[in-house]
């Protein structure tokens, strides 16, 4: 249950990058459309240097923005990749020593860790997707 929980917390936090970075992005090509379409007036008052310093501007500010989504897209998968891995960890070690006692076979144990498997990756996707 700690796996989804984190997964849609994390995800709603990083929600509001990644709509900035997407707000930035409609600027930058809003500013290159603009500038393409009006630029025999650009032209006509010499605004070259102007034009091409908004756009450098918007740029700027989309790939800040970018970064920002992709750093919090980067510590959903790893912490993602920490619950995973400790729970992986401690069922195997629980399945392992139910193997040692004799309680499970072999089996049981690769049974264990492909179904916990089975779950977890599409929460991967969740996060990404959501």
Same mark, same amino acid.
């Given at each position: 249950?700690?796996?989804?929980?984190?997964?849609?917390?994390?995800?709603?936090?990083?929600? !509001?990058?990644?709509? #900035?970075?997407?707000?930035?992005?409609?600027?930058? !090509?809003?500013?290159?459309?603009?500038?393409?379409?009006?630029?025999?007036?650009?032209?006509?008052?010499?605004?070259?240097?102007? #034009?091409?310093?908004?756009?450098?501007?918007?740029? $700027?500010? &989309?790939?800040?923005?970018?970064?920002?989504?992709?750093?919090? $897209?980067?510590?959903?998968?790893?912490?993602?990749?920490?619950?995973?891995?400790?729970?992986?960890?401690?069922?195997? $070690?629980?399945?392992?020593?139910?193997?040692? #006692?004799?309680?499970?076979?072999?089996?049981?144990?690769? $049974?264990?860790?492909?179904?916990?498997?089975?779950?977890?990756?599409?929460?991967?996707?969740?996060?990404?997707? &959501?």
């Amino acid at each position: 249950m700690c796996l989804p929980a984190m997964t849609i917390i994390i995800t709603e936090w990083r929600t !509001k990058y990644r709509r #900035e970075m997407n707000r930035m992005d409609n600027a930058a !090509k809003a500013k290159a459309v603009d500038s393409l379409l009006n630029f025999e007036t650009v032209k006509y008052y010499n605004a070259e240097n102007y #034009e091409v310093g908004r756009f450098e501007g918007a740029i $700027l500010n &989309y790939q800040a923005s970018e970064w920002r989504a992709q750093a919090s $897209l980067a510590l959903l998968n790893q912490t993602q990749n920490v619950v995973i891995g400790l729970g992986l960890l401690a069922g195997s $070690l629980l399945c392992a020593y139910f193997v040692t #006692e004799g309680k499970f076979q072999v089996g049981d144990y690769v $049974l264990f860790g492909t179904y916990i498997i089975q779950m977890y990756i599409p929460l991967n996707w969740f996060g990404t997707y &959501y």
